[in-house]
Nanobody, 125 residues
Framework: QVQLVESGGGLVQAGASLRLSCLAS????????MAWFREAPGKAREFIAF???????VDSDAVKGRFAISRDNAKNTMYLQMNNQQPEDTAVYYC???????????????????WGQGTMVTVSS
């Protein structure tokens, strides 16, 4: 069983930066594909980025050039660096983990077996 805990959310002004962290309580995250999703009020959960066990990373078009996903396997931690945030980035941000996935399926939330509780990010204009 993998437990994931997000941290780093908060209230920021437009144009500011935040870094989210996701700590996994597992012997090692080395074999897991991991991802960030977000859920804005009244909207469906949205894919942001995934990073494979090989560290190959893919971003969504919505955040490309502004957000960057990374991982530190030695610390069992995944990160999301968010720059130049905008009010439309306001959402609860979730980290997730999966094993044995095919890359073409990793943009879909239902393909992840493990989820954190989420951390709120609010961007004011």
């Amino acid at each position: 069983q993998v437990q994931l805990v997000e941290s780093g959310g908060g209230l920021v002004q437009a144009g500011a930066s935040l870094r989210l962290s996701c700590l996994a309580s597992v012997r090692t995250i080395r074999n897991y594909d991991m991802a960030w999703f977000r859920e804005a009020p009244g909207k469906a959960r949205e894919f942001i980025a995934f990073i494979r066990y090989s560290s190959n990373a893919v971003d969504s078009d919505a955040v490309k050039g502004r957000f960057a996903i990374s991982r530190d396997n030695a610390k069992n931690t995944m990160y999301l660096q968010m720059n130049n945030q905008q009010p439309e980035d306001t959402a609860v941000y979730y980290c997730s983990a999966a094993r044995g996935g095919i890359q073409s399926t990793l943009r879909t939330a239902t393909n992840y077996q493990y989820w954190g509780q989420g951390t709120m990010v609010t961007v004011s204009s």
